[in-house]
Every structure is written in C-alpha cells, then in structure tokens.
Nanobody, 130 residues
Framework: QVQLVESGGGLVQAGGSLRLSCAAS????????MGWFRQAPGKEREFVAA????????YYPDSVKGRFTISRDNAKNTVYLQMNSLKPEDTAVYFC???????????????????????WGQGTQVTVSS
C-alpha cells in the first residue's frame, strides 16, 4: 500500500521560506517520478514542481520558477520542496504525488498534468501573510 505523508507546512511572512517534506512508503521510491501540487480555496489544483525518477530533470511553472526547488533523497524515501521568497498568493494546501510508471520519462506536459499521478498525500497547509 503506497502512502505519501507531507509535513513542514505552516504560517510564514511574505519573503520567508519553508521546506516541505513528503515521506513515501509501500514500494520502491526511487523508481517513480514525484510531484508537488497546491490548491487554494475555490481554485483548481495547480502544478508546482516535479522531479523525474532519476532526478535528472525537474519541472516548474513560471509562477514558482526561481523561488521553489524540488529534490529527492532516495535513501530516505523522501521528496522535498524548498520554497523561498514566499508570496501571499502561494497560500494553499500543498500535496505531493507519485506516478505509477517505473523508470518512465516523458515530456514536461506529463509532469504538469495531475492525471499522470496515481498516489496523493493528504496535504499540508501553507499560509503566507502579507
């Protein structure tokens, strides 16, 4: 049974930083791509970052590029999202997700699409005050 558990959310002032963690269990973590999404009240789930199974490629939307960094530690079965220069518009529940295609690589559109991911965590709240 695959489980993803996020942690590290909280309240931070604009311009501050947070690091989210997502601990995975239930299968061989290193074989699968990992992604981060977020959802603000009344809005659709939005892609934030993704990292391929090999960690050879990372992907970001323009809204967070240069401020957020995704990384993974396969020895700890954990993916991280370092968020710097946070803005009030970054306020949302943040979810980590994993696909179900071992050793699979694709174009960026695959990683941007929430339908590419089969497993999701329960989410962690990030609130950025102005």
């Amino acid at each position: 049974q695959v489980q993803l558990v996020e942690s590290g959310g909280g309240l931070v002032q604009a311009g501050g930083s947070l690091r989210l963690s997502c601990a995975a269990s239930g299968r061989t973590f290193s074989m699968y791509a990992m992604g981060w999404f977020r959802q603000a009240p009344g809005k659709e789930r939005e892609f934030v970052a993704a990292i391929t199974w090999s960690a050879g490629n990372t992907y970001y939307p323009d809204s967070v590029k240069g401020r957020f960094t995704i990384s993974r530690d396969n020895a700890k079965n954990t993916v991280y999202l370092q968020m710097n220069s946070l803005k009030p518009e970054d306020t949302a529940v943040y979810f980590c997700a994993s696909d179900n295609r071992p050793y699979y690589s694709s174009s960026s559109s695959y990683y941007f699409d929430p339908l590419s991911y089969n497993y999701w965590g329960q989410g962690t709240q990030v609130t950025v005050s102005s």
